[in-house]
């Protein structure tokens, strides 16, 4: 099975413009999602797609391949597609899975990496997957930056909300999850959503696999045991921080 993984970056984010580009211990935030991913993923089937200037410069710098993409996609799932046919078109190679890595997930590692891939080698009926990982306080679970999901007992998502999720009105035991942005497509999957149109619930909740739920197909679950932070505001920054100070991946790429 041929795979690639493609970061895609934009500098016009509507809730912290620029922040592809912000530093985290020294390094531009991006820079560590590269380098992170490039433990799991070989560097000839790794890129950065975007459509800005200035991250096509630091990609270069960095040594990373880097794919112009249109600065029309409002979502991230839509702009991989364009940069997977466009690499696939240069390479001449048709590639089996692609993995969407989100350029604000700055504590992604290889264990992660290798957890979203290894179901597709043994379940041919799975065409997406979306990590999640466990919320144990209330600030995240009301921060409507987190993007929160229940799924049934197949492990297949029931819904994604920025809302507290599911709402405990009985008052019982109950575990929230939040979604990682680790997300592995079959290719043929890719094409057939990206031709989908934006649906209303991926609309009104920014969030782009509400359109494959709203049109009747599986997402695959799988929980992983990591506390991880999606970058979208300053603070993030300095919480991102933190945990990398600590994660034993960081001091692979990073003295400190």
Avoid: W
């Amino acid at each position: 099975m041929k795979c690639i993984a493609i970061i895609p970056a934009r500098m016009k984010s509507s809730r912290f413009p620029g922040k592809p580009l912000k530093k985290i211990l020294g390094i531009p935030m991006l820079e560590h999602v590269y380098k992170r991913a490039n433990m799991f993923f070989d560097k000839k089937n790794l890129f950065i797609a975007t459509c800005d200037k200035e991250i096509k410069k630091f990609s270069q710098n960095i040594g990373a391949n880097c794919i112009m993409t249109s600065n029309k996609h409002l979502r991230a799932s839509d702009r991989v597609k364009e940069a997977l046919l466009k690499i696939e078109k240069i390479k001449k190679i048709r590639y089996d899975l692609i993995i969407l890595l989100q350029g604000d997930e700055p504590l992604i590692n290889p264990n992660m990496l290798k957890k979203s891939t290894e179901i597709f080698f043994k379940d041919s009926s799975v065409n997406i997957v979306n990590l999640m990982s466990k919320i144990d306080n209330k600030k995240e679970i009301d921060d409507y930056n987190e993007v929160k999901v229940i799924y049934d007992n197949d492990m297949n998502a029931i819904n994604f909300s920025r809302l507290p999720m599911p709402f405990n009105h009985s008052n019982v035991k109950i575990c929230h999850y939040k979604q990682v942005c680790v997300i592995p497509f079959r290719r043929n999957f890719l094409v057939k959503y990206s031709k989908m149109k934006p649906t209303k619930y991926e609309i009104c909740e920014s969030i782009d696999m509400m359109r494959v739920i709203e049109n009747g197909y599986k997402i695959k679950m799988i929980e992983i045991k990591e506390n991880v932070i999606s970058v979208d505001t300053k603070k993030d920054l300095q919480k991102a921080s933190k945990l990398l100070v600590q994660d034993k991946y960081t001091k692979k790429y990073l003295q400190l």
